[in-house]
C-alpha cells in the first residue's frame, strides 16, 4: 500500500498531468507560429492585401467565411472541404451555396505556406488570420489573434443548413441563434455589423423588397431596379448603401433610416430590445469598433480542435 508521501506525490503528478493536458487543448498567442513558421501571419496578409486592393468584396467574403466555418463544428475548416463521391461538405448548404467565396484567396495562402513550413500551419488557423487583415484593409478594427487550431477530417451539411442564421430570421431567432453558440445579445448586434461591408443576392432580399413595410421607400425603389420581383436571384446589392467597401458603422446609421437590406438586418432597430445597441453603435464609432474585435476574438474560440486532435490539412480541399 502507498505510504503518504507516496501518495502525495501521485497526487501532484495526476494535477500536473491533467494541467498540462489541459493546456494544450487551448490556444495559443499571435507567436504561436513565430520558430516554426516566423513567415506566416505576414505571408497571410500579404495575400489578403492583394486579393482585397484587387477586389474589395473579398474581404467582406473572407470574414463571412469565418463565420460560416466557426457556427458550424466550430472554427475547424470544415467548410473548405470539397464534395467527394464519398464524402458531402457544407459548400452545397443553403447558406453557402453561391455566395460563400474566398476559397481560391485560401488555396493560394495555404499553397505559399506548404513552400515555406510544409505541414504546419492549419487552413483552420488561416481563415481566421485572413479574416482579421480582410477587416483591417477595409479600415475596421485590429484584434489580438488566438492561434493553434487544427483541421476537422469531417464537415456537416445539415449543421450548415440549421446552424448558420438565415436572413429572414425575427429578432429572438438571431439572438436564439447566437445565444446557442454563447454569445450574448449584444454580442450578436455587434458582429451583425460586419454587414457593414459585402453584398447579398437578390433572393436573400426580395421577400423584405416587395413584402415587408419597415423599409424606407426611396431605398426599396432602388433596389427593385436590379432586384424584379422575380428573376435576377443573383444580382448583388450592398449590405451598406451608403460606405460598401469601408468598415465603418455606416451599417447601424442606416437602420436607423429602415435602411437595412436584409429583414434580419433590420430586425436589430424595429422596437424590440436591441435598438438601443443599434442607436449607441450609429453614434458611437469606437464602441463599435471595440466590441466587433473582442466578439471577433470569442468567434475564433468556438470549439478549436487542438493538440492531437484533427490534422494539419496539406491542401485545405481535401483530408489528408
Not at 85 to 107: C, L, M, Q, W, Y
Not at 158 to 181: E, G, Q, R, V
Not at 242 to 260: H, I, M, R, S, V
Amino acid at each position: 500500500m502507498a505510504s503518504g508521501a507516496t501518495l502525495k506525490i501521485y497526487l501532484v503528478f495526476f494535477v500536473c498531468a491533467i494541467a498540462s493536458r489541459s493546456a494544450s487543448a487551448q490556444l495559443s498567442g499571435e507567436d504561436y507560429y513565430a520558430r516554426s513558421c516566423p513567415r506566416a501571419l505576414e505571408t497571410i496578409g500579404s495575400v489578403v492585401a492583394s486579393a482585397v486592393a484587387n477586389e474589395s468584396r473579398m474581404g467582406a467574403s473572407l470574414l463571412r467565411l469565418l463565420f460560416h466555418d466557426c457556427f458550424v463544428q466550430g472554427c475547424d475548416a470544415s467548410i473548405l472541404l470539397d464534395d467527394t463521391a464519398n464524402f458531402t461538405g457544407e459548400k452545397t448548404a443553403f447558406p453557402n451555396v453561391n455566395s460563400a467565396r474566398g476559397f481560391d484567396v485560401i488555396d493560394t495562402i495555404k499553397s505559399k505556406l506548404e513552400k515555406l513550413c510544409p505541414g504546419i500551419v492549419s487552413c483552420a488557423d488561416i481563415i481566421v488570420v485572413a479574416a482579421k487583415y480582410s477587416v483591417v484593409a477595409l479600415g475596421g478594427p485590429s484584434w489580438r489573434l488566438q492561434l493553434g487550431r487544427r483541421d476537422s477530417t469531417t464537415a456537416s451539411l445539415n449543421a450548415a443548413n440549421t446552424d448558420l442564421p438565415a436572413p429572414f430570421l425575427n429578432l429572438s431567432a438571431l439572438i436564439t441563434s447566437f445565444s446557442n453558440k454563447g454569445f450574448t445579445a449584444k454580442e450578436m448586434v455587434a458582429l451583425s455589423g460586419a454587414h457593414t461591408i459585402g453584398q447579398a443576392r437578390c433572393t436573400t432580399f426580395r421577400g423584405r423588397l416587395y413584402n415587408e413595410s419597415d423599409i424606407s421607400p426611396p431605398f426599396a425603389a432602388s433596389l427593385k431596379t436590379s432586384c424584379p420581383s422575380s428573376g435576377g436571384d443573383n444580382n448583388l446589392s450592398p449590405l451598406d448603401v451608403t460606405t460598401p467597401t469601408f468598415f465603418d458603422n455606416a451599417y447601424f446609421k442606416n437602420l436607423l433610416g429602415q435602411k437595412g437590406l436584409l429583414h434580419s438586418d433590420q430586425q436589430l432597430f424595429s422596437g424590440g430590445s436591441t435598438d438601443a445597441l443599434v442607436i449607441d453603435y450609429s453614434f458611437g464609432l469606437g464602441s463599435f469598433r471595440n466590441d466587433f474585435a473582442d466578439a471577433m476574438v470569442k468567434m475564433g474560440g468556438l470549439s478549436p480542435l487542438t493538440g492531437s486532435s484533427g490534422q494539419i490539412r496539406t491542401n485545405c480541399r481535401k483530408v489528408n
